[in-house]
C-alpha cells in the first residue's frame, strides 16, 4: 500500500472541506455592539461581539477605558476621565482577519462639581531654582489658569496643569482656578512660596555652646547667615583673640564682663552685618564659690567644684517669685521668694559645702551666686540680679561661723528654690534663701 499518496489525498479532501465551510459561513465583517455610549465618570459599559464569519479570536482596543484591551467576546470596561473616546474591534479566523473603527462612540460626561488644589515641591526656593507646581484638583478640570503674585506687585501666569518656572525674589500667594464644561473651582494660597536672592546675605550668629562661662574659658559661635555667604568678618569685645575669619570660630575669654559680638558676612556681590550687644557674659573664676548654670545637670561648674546638690524641687509650683519687693536702696528692687520649705521633704534642693576650707575666708561672709529659671524667660543669660541683702533674707548668727551673708542673684527660667546647707561637728544648720 502507498502510505504517501494516502496520506496526500486525506489532506487533499480536509482542504477542500474547509473551504466549503468558510464559503457556508460567509466573509468574516468586524462589528460590535454594547449596552450604551453615554456615561459618568467611572461608569461601566458592557460590549459584545456582533461579528459575521463565525471569528475565533477578538483583539479589542478601548481608548481611554480600563482596561485598555481584550481578547474577550464580551468584554466590560470602565471609563474614569470624561471624553469622548473610540473603540477597535479585530477579529480573525485561520488566515482571514476583518478590522473595524467605531469613532468617537463613547461619550462621559464631566461631574458637576470641582474641587481646586495643588502643591509645591519647595516652599523656600532660590530665584535660580526651579519650582515644580503639581495640580491635585478633583473633578477632572481640563483647563488650568495659576496666578502668582509677589508681595512687590510681581505677577507671573501660566496655563500649564503642572508648571515648572523660575521666580524674582520675592513672597508670593498663588492662585489657582480649574474648570471643566460642567464645574469650576478656585483656591488661594496666601504667601506659600518664598524665593530668596541666591546671591544675597543676611547676617546671623549663634552658639553651640553656652554664652555664660568663667573667665578661661571658650565659647564655640555659628554662622547661621542666611544665603550664600562666603567670608565671614568676626569682631569679639574683651576676648583674648578680638577678631576672626573663621566660619564657627572658638573663642577664649580671660576677663570677666559683657561683651558685644559682631559679624559681617559676603560674596563678591553682597554683603551683611550682625551685632549683639552684651552678648557674651564672662563670670570672675577668682573668688567664685559655685556655680550652677542648671543647663541639664546639677553639677557645681565652678572653679573649685566644691558643692554637691543633693535634691531638687519636684514641684516648682509651690513657690512664687516677687521681682518688685522692697529694697533697701533708693531706685532698686530687690528679688524675693516665697513658698513652703520643711524639712525632709522634696520642697527645696541642698547644697551641701564638701569641703568648707575651699571657701576663701573659710565659712565667712561668702556671696553665693545661683540661677533662677523663670518660665517663659528667653536667651541664655538674661535675667535679674540683686545687690545687697535681699529683703526678709534670713542671716547667720555668730554660732554659726558664717557672719552675715551677702546674697546676689542671678537668673532665668525656671524657679528652683534652694536651701543652703554645712556641716559643723554635728550640727547642721540651713538657710533658707529669701531672694
Known amino acids: 500500500m502507498n502510505y504517501k499518496s494516502y496520506i496526500y489525498g486525506a489532506a487533499t479532501l480536509l482542504a477542500l472541506a474547509s473551504c466549503e465551510d468558510d464559503a457556508k459561513m460567509g466573509p468574516l465583517e468586524a462589528n460590535m455592539k454594547c449596552d450604551r455610549t453615554e456615561v459618568a465618570a467611572g461608569e461601566k459599559v458592557c460590549f459584545m461581539d456582533q461579528s459575521t464569519g463565525n471569528p475565533a479570536r477578538w483583539d479589542w ?69 526651579d519650582v515644580t507646581f503639581t495640580d491635585k484638583s478633583a473633578g477632572f478640570p481640563n483647563a488650568w489658569d495659576w496666578t502668582f503674585t509677589s508681595s512687590d506687585g510681581i505677577t507671573v501666569k501660566s496655563t500649564e496643569q503642572n508648571p515648572v518656572l523660575k521666580f524674582a525674589p520675592g513672597l ?32 546671623e550668629f549663634g552658639t553651640s555652646t553656652s554664652r555664660m562661662i568663667l573667665a578661661g574659658e571658650t565659647i564655640t559661635f555659628e554662622d547661621q547667615t542666611m544665603g550664600r555667604p562666603e567670608q565671614w568678618s568676626w569682631t569679639f569685645d574683651g576676648a583674648d583673640t578680638p577678631t576672626s575669619t573663621d566660619r564657627n570660630p572658638t573663642i577664649r575669654y580671660s576677663t570677666p564682663g559683657r561683651y558685644k559680638v559682631s559679624l559681617t558676612a559676603s560674596n563678591d556681590i553682597n554683603r551683611s552685618s550682625c551685632e549683639k550687644d552684651a552678648y557674651v557674659m564672662v563670670l570672675p573664676s577668682t573668688g567664685l564659690s559655685m556655680w550652677f548654670p542648671f543647663d541639664g545637670t546639677l553639677k557645681d561648674m565652678g572653679p573649685n567644684k566644691n558643692i554637691i546638690m543633693e535634691e531638687y524641687s519636684s514641684d516648682p509650683s509651690k513657690w512664687s517669685i516677687n521681682l518688685k519687693a522692697p529694697s533697701r536702696h533708693d531706685g532698686d528692687y530687690s528679688v524675693e521668694l516665697s513658698g513652703v520649705c520643711k524639712t525632709n521633704t522634696d520642697d527645696y534642693a541642698v547644697l551641701q559645702i564638701a569641703n568648707p576650707e575651699l571657701l576663701p575666708g573659710g565659712l565667712q561672709a ?24 535681699p529683703a526678709g533674707a534670713i542671716t547667720h548668727g555668730p554660732e554659726s561661723g558664717m557672719g552675715t551673708s551677702e546674697h546676689h542673684l542671678f537668673g532665668i527660667g525656671r524657679l528652683y528654690p534652694l536651701v543652703c546647707q554645712h556641716h559643723r561637728s554635728r550640727e547642721r544648720l540651713r538657710s533658707q534663701l529669701a531672694g
Open 172 to 203: 508670593y500667594t498663588v492662585t489657582l482656578n480649574v474648570s471643566s464644561p460642567a464645574a469650576n473651582a478656585t483656591i488661594t494660597k496666601t504667601d506659600y512660596l518664598n524665593v530668596i536672592d541666591h546671591d544675597a546675605v543676611a547676617a
Open 366 to 389: 561668702m556671696t553665693l551666686v545661683m540661677w533662677i529659671k523663670a518660665d517663659g524667660a528667653k536667651g541664655s543669660r538674661m535675667g535679674l540680679f540683686n545687690r545687697g541683702r
Open 61 to 129: 482596543v478601548f481608548e481611554g477605558g480600563e482596561p485598555e484591551t481584550s481578547q474577550l467576546f464580551s468584554p466590560e470596561v470602565v471609563y474614569n476621565k470624561p471624553g469622548t473616546y473610540s473603540v477597535t474591534l479585530r477579529v480573525g479566523r485561520g488566515d482571514n482577519n476583518s478590522e473595524r473603527v467605531f469613532s468617537q462612540l463613547i461619550t462621559v460626561a464631566y461631574p458637576g462639581e470641582m474641587t481646586a488644589d495643588f502643591e509645591a515641591d519647595k516652599l523656600n526656593a532660590y530665584n535660580t531654582d
